[in-house]
Structure formats: C-alpha cells, structure tokens
C-alpha cells in the first residue's frame, strides 16, 4: 500500500475529513448562535435606551408643567402684593402664550403615562384650572387692585376645599 499525504491508509484520511467536517459545522453553528446573540443584545440595549430617553423627557415635562404652575402661583402673588403691571403681564402670558401646563401635560401623554398618573395630572390640573378664574377678578383693571382681598382666596381652608372636590 502506498502512504498518501502522510495517512498510512484510506481509513485515516476518512476519518480526518468527518472531524475537519464537524469541526466546521460546529463553528459554523456557534458563528450564527454568536450573531443571533449579538442582535438581541443590540435590541435589549435599544429598548433600554428608549426607556431611558422616555423617562427623561417624561421628568423634563413634569418639571415643565410643575414650573408652568409655580410661574402662575408666583405672578399672582407678586400682583396680588405689590399690583405692578409686569406680574399681571408675566401671569397671563403664561397662560395664553407660554402654556407650559398644557404642552407639559400633552407631551407626557403622547410619551406614554399610565391611567392612574394620567389622573393625577389631570387632578392636579383641574385644580390649577378652578384657580385661574379665582384670580381673574381683582386683576381686571392692572394697579387697581386691593392688596390683601387677593391673598385671602388663598387661605388654606379654601385651598383644601378645592382640592377635596
């Protein structure tokens, strides 16, 4: 018998080529297990990322509504205290102009808030609602009105009795 290629017979050589075969489909197979792996990595971390940006924009239009809010809160009582035109002016540019409330409420619910966060939101904005009338009157005529009849609307008796509606 003649030695081909170093094997001593055919056997040998057959039994070399079904080991370089499973070797290669074997590596083959992890190849694909690895990429397959790696793609639901790259989505996870998507999601995760998407997570993320929603919770940050969800915590930038909460701050958006609360300061939208506070804005209100503080002209009036600026206005209510010292009657300058400029609190009476920043108040209701807040309100037809600005509307931080409302776009902070609308870009939440388009991110996606639950039904129970979405009433509380809109509790809190009824709230903020009811209390922009109550401010309207002594604000009609700017540096007319009377210093201390605004501050008593804002007692905390009548501030829980709105709220408990």
């Given at each position: 018998?003649?030695?081909r ?27 694909v ?109 700017p ?23």
């Amino acid at each position: 018998m003649e030695k081909r290629l170093g094997f001593s017979s055919d056997t040998e050589v057959r039994k070399q080529s079904v080991v370089s075969k499973r070797i290669s489909y074997t590596s083959i197979a992890l190849t694909v297990l690895v990429m397959i792996a790696f793609i639901i990595t790259l989505i996870v971390v998507g999601r995760a990322q998407q997570a993320n940006d929603d919770k940050y924009a969800l915590t930038q239009n909460a701050n958006r509504f609360l300061n939208g809010s506070k804005t209100l809160t503080n002209e009036v009582r600026a206005y209510a205290s010292t009657t300058e035109e400029e609190h009476y002016n920043n108040y209701w540019k807040e309100i037809n102009d600005d509307k931080n409330r409302d776009i902070g409420v609308a870009n939440m619910k388009e991110i996606g808030i639950s039904d129970e966060e979405e009433q509380t939101i809109e509790k809190m904005s009824a709230l903020s609602n009811q209390l922009v009338p109550w401010k309207k009157p002594p604000w009609r005529t700017p540096g007319t009105a009377t210093r201390l009849r605004p501050l008593n609307m804002y007692t905390e008796e009548n501030i829980q009795q709105r709220w408990q509606r």
